[in-house]
């Protein structure tokens, strides 16, 4: 693991994640630009001393070093935004898997590299938005691709979070502060942090690509460096229009990415809040409570499950399908019988290239005072 | 009444609302264009079939002549929009006070020389936008209105119907038919019929006017003469900005306005689907949930509620509080009391206007490529 | 109407329940046992000071001299339980329908004789189980006796109020005072005011009569004089079991009647928070949510519905319902047309004295040390 | 691990829950009966071959041959309640800490010998009540010890299940099958399986002890051997009544246990569907919904919890949570620090004794005339 130190909010999530199903072991790291904190957590973390490293190149050098089969594997990269791009190339190159947090770098160009050396070596790559791991999340894509809603028309689309109200980054808060700050966030404050997250949820549960937007975004609170507030108009692929809102100024919501799709003969509607169901509503049919669990789910939404009806599971047990299906690749890559990505059904290097570039065209259409913005891939 | 025959939905509405509370009476009606219907409805109301006209002019004409202590009062017009200003000018020029459905008028023009006419007169006019008849929607207001939230940031508020997602107007559906006819329903289509609903509803609860817009209106299904589904970024005053959507091709969906107001310290939410309900959330405390019935609310909230907690009012409870305020202003007028109109609280022709310059404006923003448009009032 | 004056709750409901569909008119009245609280109860809901009367022997003395097209035509009387069956007799006997609030009288003797009385007569007469009203109620009872869930089973209802978790009896609440105390309300305190409601739906909805109970009564405030919880095991016809829950004491909650029933197949699930819902479980599928104003309802949930699908009805609504269907019959006796009374579907007479025998049994049943009491009919 | 083998439910409920905060190495196993089972499992679990045992005996056998820091160092048993018994006895005996699944065993006698053992021997012993781990049922204690709803007066739990309404148990599903076998599971059904989980979280919650029930059990589906429906009144200590069901014939439900606790000032709900959600209802204020992951909840509660607000946590992290409990004490014990056993706050052999003593007490009051029947323990 690089980075997910002390203060690290999804250094802690991603080790969740992987030890949940017991397939991962964690077995050295790099957890902080500072030694003294690296060396802090490993110990805490009950790692060898041995394999607990100063810094990212440390550990490739050393790592390398070893015999193949005690060498780490698969890298997790869990560092704020502008230290994305350097460890995950040097994973690369040094002929690990990478597992990576959102959004994949600090620009478009960074990551338009990393999908170069990714194409190139032929590792296992994902991006961890974590959301598209939801079994409902599975089941409302299922039933989109089946057909059931007809043509698609509206995507609706919200991620509100309240936390960035105030000016918590003067407050002494570690998240907020990276987060906020754009040599270390890039050029995107909300719309980086959960903008993506919402915009990959919708085009994945979909099926359509964003074509054009007509954003704004606002620095609610005075003397922040990035937006905190984000709205858009869409146009999808196919005709599809929508909206989407990603803010961390709506004071008083925690976290409550929601989801809605309309179709020519219904739509569905999933909410973070209660992620184990998925609403389906079919005209003048009374709407259906899809659950977790249940024997009625596709197969990928039971794949994705771990427990029986009435058994909640959350946003570790989502974040973990990833691991598990990066682990699958992983697993297949090792004996020699990598099957096409995508069938993996994992977040990839080329949904990180959508995220990025999808902060740069918010970011000029907001700045732009022509109504559409094309999707600036 | 005027309208309100056999296949109107508003006419009923506006029956009930006004009957509930047992302080109006209905006595004459030119209840349909057809002079047929007009009986037939009348008949069925067991009215005085002296006092049921063939046309609104024969109303006019008649009532006039009758003793003022057995005349008409008050007009209540339930017509489609074409047939709105003709009735309430010439309601207003016989000295008969006027209570009328949204959206004002066919277009701002006519809204304005209403607007004349009611300032001329002197007469009660009011316009029955019911949602804000709700009592948590006054809680809303009053909360805000009491700083409880510091300064207003964002505001959004949607509107998702799914019943016109089929060309129900082709279908012999006589809602359907004049709703999408621009010849009766005027320029706006869902931007008229609903959007006017949410745009009115959150500049009555934050207490903001709405500055610019930034529209994306929609003719969804084929072959449709009007929008039938509306997007906008908004810009209202003080700095405040928000998003709007207003759409009848929800598929799936039923009703449900939901407009969310958050501040500095807080913010609110409440939803047509549980009117009887108000969600306060402020930083870093638990929701709070406000309900109708209790003694904790303000008088306001009370004043627009008739049962204890527990005892759910709905949407003709929200209308009737409409008719009870506008009966209050019509009694004060009677007895030379008349006070300043807003204290009345319900919605005005003022309202109107702005509801038809909305219309305007988000018409004229759609059809542009620029991406904001200021308000046309 | 006799009873309803200034400090009663019921009165103004069963008004506005009247009112709500412009088919009752008010026009006479003895509104309290103070002569002079009922003419200003009179005064203030504008009647004809000649009808207002001192008292309800009066009402019926002068009221019989009238011609009998202006002498009122039936009477609601929305008095406390120990005036229930003097004015309802003598209402009778004066050959006027009768509307009253339930429970039906202060003990089970004067509810049979009422019985006698009403079967001798003809006379229409109806009892104000509101929540039977409900739209959703009707459509649960028609999928239940449709055999959608096959045999039942298990059927738990429950009434949790929280507003008698004080003394309120004693700080001058007029409510609070008549319902606790023995010689107005009866045996019964919360299983009388709300246990009668509770275990009236239960038996209406699923079409199954309790057999025997076992009762739990309190008396949880202390120095009250009635039972003010109640909890009960309940075995009904048809092998089904369940259990029945009203209380007053569970401080905090409002009015939260909730109903749930399952069967062989499925289950249902009412909740009085949010009445235009029914929760429709089948083993093996998604819930259904079933709602009001739609298409796919049953008739007899149409015929009980006002408003299109997304419009909120509540309690008014429902309570009118029973008022219309009252009005229906009343109408069709007036017309020597009235057909079976089962077939108004309003609570009659039969439903009052099974209320007086459910009273009663639920207090035998928890002063006895035997498990089981049967139903004391 | 003892038990957990391919038709195991909860056996890999409690491995996803020991590895998911990485505390845990599951490192020899005895998984079946079966010893082919057994090994099949171990296999599929990638662990030594030399540690799949075909039986617990030889699993005690031939670990205690280890030295002693390779040898396991605590059990956990999941297997069917007529096998925890001994396999727990044995594991105490080779001086192995035991996390096992409840009910705790067979009988209430065996139950008492367990804690004999325990007591003898001073080793770790947790129960896995798993509903006790979640984050709002720690609140919920939490904010009723505190006194905040003054003395306590009411409390509900129900756990509808639905799952056994046919014989699932003549379709071969093995769950069902030693589910309803009275040889395997024990006197209770329903009652034992879910209703010792909903006694225990009442009782755990209020801090009140039940002292008395009246009890209906049922067998609902015919031809089952043990009932598979309960319900039951009840009387707890300081004069606190309540309700308790447990069904599992409650067609259409998934898992639903609810728990709801009433004082003299307010009250609190707490459901399974919903599980990060507290409500707190104090009289005359609007109810509040507490949250995990926020700042304003206790320390007990965010000791439970592993993320920020916004981000739902289940049944595995809940589940989790009693391991981590678990392994806290265990490790005092190891360097010889361990504290009061309550202290760690995880359910215990007692809890266990209780459990047991509630089935029988249950059993024996349903088969009882008179109505109350004492706590049996």
């Known amino acids: ?17 992987a030890w949940l199903d017991g397939k991962f072991d964690l077995v050295a790291g790099a957890f902080s630009s500072s030694a003294e904190k690296s060396q802090q957590a490993g110990a805490q973390l009950g790692l ?8 990212y190149d440390e550990l490739f050098e050393k790592e390398q070093k070893l015999p193949k089969n005690q060498r780490v594997e698969a890298v997790a990269i869990v560092t704020p935004n502008h230290v994305h791009a350097d460890p995950a190339m040097k994973a690369l190159e040094n002929g690990m898997h990478v597992i ?4 994949l770098s600090f620009d478009l160009d960074e990551a338009k590299q990393l999908k170069k050396k990714v194409d ?12 598209t791991g939801y079994p409902m999340i599975k089941e409302a894509r299922h039933q989109i691709a089946g057909g059931k809603f007809g043509g698609l028309r509206k995507i609706f689309v919200e991620y509100p979070q309240g936390w960035l109200s105030h000016s918590l980054e003067k ?8 987060r906020t700050d754009p040599s270390r966030s890039g050029a995107g404050g909300a719309v980086g942090d959960i903008g993506t997250h919402a915009a990959n949820l919708a085009e994945y549960v979909s099926g359509l ?3 054009r ?6 620095t609610v609170v005075e003397g922040r460096n990035l937006d905190d507030d984000a709205s858009a108009l869409l146009r999808f692929e196919k005709g599809a229009s929508g909206v989407l809102i990603a803010t961390q100024v709506a004071a008083g919501e925690e976290n409550d990415l929601k989801l809605r799709v309309f179709g020519e003969m219904g739509g569905l509607e999933w909410s973070h809040k209660d992620p184990n169901t998925l609403l389906i509503k079919m005209l003048d049919e009374p709407v259906h409570i899809y659950r977790t669990g249940t024997d009625y789910v596709a197969d990928i939404t039971k794949k994705n499950t771990r427990l029986p009806a009435g058994h909640p ?4 047990e989502a974040f973990a399908n990833i691991y598990l299906a990066f682990g699958d690749a992983v697993q297949d890559y090792n004996r020699g019988a990598l099957k096409e990505i995508k069938s993996y059904d994992f977040p990839t290097v080329e949904d990180g290239v959508r995220g990025m570039a999808f902060i740069k065209t918010m970011v000029e259409s907001s700045n732009s005072n022509t109504k559409w913005t094309k999707f600036l891939l």
């Not at 590792?123 to 959301?131: D, E």
């Not at 599971?313 to 570790?316: A, H």
Request: overall charge negative; glycine content about 12%.
């Open 1 to 17: 693991m690089i980075g997910g130190g002390p203060d690290s909010f999804i250094g802690a999530v991603h080790r969740n994640a």
């Open 48 to 55: 060898d001393p041995n394999r607990v490293y100063d810094s």
């Open 100 to 103: 990576i947090d959102k959004p």
């Open 120 to 131: 190139e070596t032929g590792l296992i790559f994902a991006l961890t938005h974590s959301y």
């Open 171 to 178: 407050e002494g808060n570690k998240q907020a502060s990276w």
């Open 209 to 211: 690509k964003i074509e």
């Open 213 to 218: 937007v007509c954003a704004d975004l606002n």
């Open 313 to 316: 599971e959350g946003y570790l």
